[in-house]
């Protein structure tokens, strides 16, 4: 199961709808979906990631932050 800290800011409920089924589909059980107020209570906008300075990136590390943004990361081949 991963987090997408970013989908998470922009659309808490639904995000957190994904991360809830993707937990029970593991077979994590005894989980309860909050509520849309509790959802609300603990994003915090506010709190949004910076820009990272691609100079100050070493090439594997620019190479694995451009397959978080493009979603590639979640490919067979990153899994080991």
Do not use: N
């Not at 107020?37 to 100050?56: H, Q, T």
């Amino acid at each position: 199961v991963i987090v997408d800290y970013d989908a998470l800011i922009m659309k808490p409920e639904e995000t957190t709808r994904k991360l809830f089924d993707g937990l029970v589909a593991a077979g994590i059980s005894g989980l309860r979906m909050p509520t849309p107020e509790a959802i609300g209570e603990w994003i915090e906008p506010e709190r949004a990631r910076r820009p990272v300075d691609a100079m100050s990136l070493t090439e594997s590390q620019a190479t694995l932050l451009a397959s978080i943004h493009d979603r590639s990361i979640l490919d067979d081949t990153h899994v080991e």
